[in-house]
């Protein structure tokens, strides 16, 4: 009966697609423009994947510091403040 159940066991995972993932997420910048006089600035970044984008790994940084963000399944949304001067925006997400 053993045998049995590991032979069943071994056909099942024999079934399963092994196919693998690697086309990763694509990021549309919609906000903000290259240049802006505010300081006060909205980011919202569309991420999309077609197998879907994992919430939990998404990081937005500004010059290197963590940022607060809202997520919809599609877009990054978040409100900044920054000083006069060049500024460097970072995300990361994975699918």
Request: glycine share 6%.
């Amino acid at each position: 009966m053993r045998v049995w159940s590991l032979l069943a066991f071994l056909l099942l995972v024999g079934t399963i697609s092994s196919a693998l993932d690697t086309d990763p997420p694509s990021f549309e910048f919609l906000e903000p423009a290259l240049k802006t006089t505010s300081e006060n600035v909205t980011v919202r970044v569309k991420v999309t994947d077609a197998s879907g984008v994992d919430e939990n790994s998404i990081v937005l940084e500004v010059d290197g510091q963590g940022v607060p963000f809202e997520w919809d399944g599609e877009l990054v949304l978040a409100r900044v403040r920054l000083a006069e001067g060049w500024h460097f925006l970072t995300l990361v997400a994975n699918d």
